[in-house]
């Protein structure tokens, strides 16, 4: 899906939800001045104070969206610059209704909404602190209104305002502490989420035992390689092979010694193997080596490596008794066949390999 106004919001889709609450934000600030502009003209409030206004609100709002757009706020633990963008608006709600007393009950109806926007941004207990927060300046400012400006100013009617605001802010408080609690409950729901998914997704690709690809796993990764040679004309190597007399292990030290010896063969082989390669556990002690952009001759190469490093003393120092060899079938894809029809070929010539005496690599 194309995104759109990647100019002013970016690609990040963190940064574009940050970005669209601060253009909220700065659009609610912008008709706020148009407002202040038009209290003005009809005689509601003093033309004096509008650099207090029209100079910090739009200093700051681009200061804000910099820092954010830039990235440089990710480095915060709060990227969205919620808490100062809701201080900043706390103060400026101060000022207005101590410069503007004829139109104040409109900074006090801004207030509540203010709140709720650190819902969708902060952790709960902070929406609870600015709330907290925003009720004491209100106070400091109604008393600071009734004591300097007792002209204008009702310390009746300042009371009341105060009262109304004691019972709508902490209402709007909690219910954006709620929200928030919930967004962030949605969001620790939805990591857990994607963790279980994708350990769901590994568990269904790869053997629990030997920690290796599964065989459905290695039959995408066999289907993607043979699109991937028919697109570039690449060879594709693929060996089955499994453990010599592997039931006699099973049979005298128990099953528990035949597992050992799978993880065994699978942690060496992964150490010895070339990292294009992908060796998976195909069912029971047989496995499938796939060597993507290999001829015939390397990849015989690469399992008599795996063969000559199995053959020595040292990878079974810990486990002499488990010492075991492994018979092999190998065979190049051919572009007019299916990846089956190969897989097919390398299963017969796996099969000789054990008719002429096992421990041993047979081409097809």
């Not at 970005?19 to 912008?30: F, K, S």
């Amino acid at each position: 899906m194309r995104l759109k106004h990647t100019w002013l919001l970016g690609h990040r889709s963190f940064q574009r939800l940050y970005l669209t609450l601060w253009l909220m934000n700065t659009i609610a600030y912008g008709l706020m001045l148009l407002l202040y502009h038009y209290s003005g003209s009809v005689g509601l409030v003093d033309y004096r104070y509008a650099p207090v206004f029209w100079l910090p609100i739009p200093v700051a709002s681009v200061l804000f969206f910099v820092a954010m757009r830039s990235g440089w706020s990710r480095r915060l633990k709060d990227p969205a610059l919620a808490a100062p963008q809701m201080l900043f608006c706390i103060v400026m709600c101060a000022l207005g209704y101590l410069l503007m007393p004829r139109v104040r009950g409109v900074f006090l109806m801004a207030l509540p909404t203010l709140l709720l926007f650190g819902a969708f941004t902060l952790h709960p207990r902070t929406c609870r602190q600015i709330g907290g927060l925003a009720l004491l300046v209100m106070a400091v400012t109604m008393a600071v209104s009734v004591k300097f400006n007792p002209e204008s100013t009702s310390t009746q009617r300042e009371i009341v305002m105060f009262l109304a605001s004691l019972i709508l802010l902490p209402v709007v408080t909690e219910m954006a502490g709620r929200l928030s609690a919930i967004r962030h409950q949605l969001r620790m729901q939805k990591k857990e989420l994607k963790v279980a998914l994708e350990r769901n997704l590994m568990l269904a690709r790869q053997d629990s035992l030997t920690l290796l690809p599964n065989r459905r796993h290695a039959q995408e990764l066999l289907e993607h390689e043979e699109r991937r040679a028919r697109r570039q004309g690449l060879s594709i190597c693929a060996c089955l092979f499994d453990i010599d007399h592997f039931k006699r292990v099973n049979d005298t030290f128990g099953h528990a010694a035949g597992d050992a010896v799978l993880r065994l063969l699978a942690q060496q082989a992964m150490g010895t193997l070339r990292t294009s390669d992908v060796l998976a556990r195909w069912g029971g002690e047989e496995f499938l080596l796939v060597m993507p952009e290999t001829t015939l001759p390397e990849g015989l190469l690469v399992v008599q490596r795996l063969r000559e490093h199995l053959d020595q003393d040292a990878v079974w120092a810990q486990q002499p008794h488990l010492r075991v060899t492994f018979s092999g079938g190998i065979a190049v894809h051919q572009l007019q066949e299916t990846i089956t029809d190969t897989l097919s070929r390398a299963d017969v010539a796996l099969y000789l390999a054990k008719k002429q005496g096992r421990n041993r690599t047979v081409p097809a």
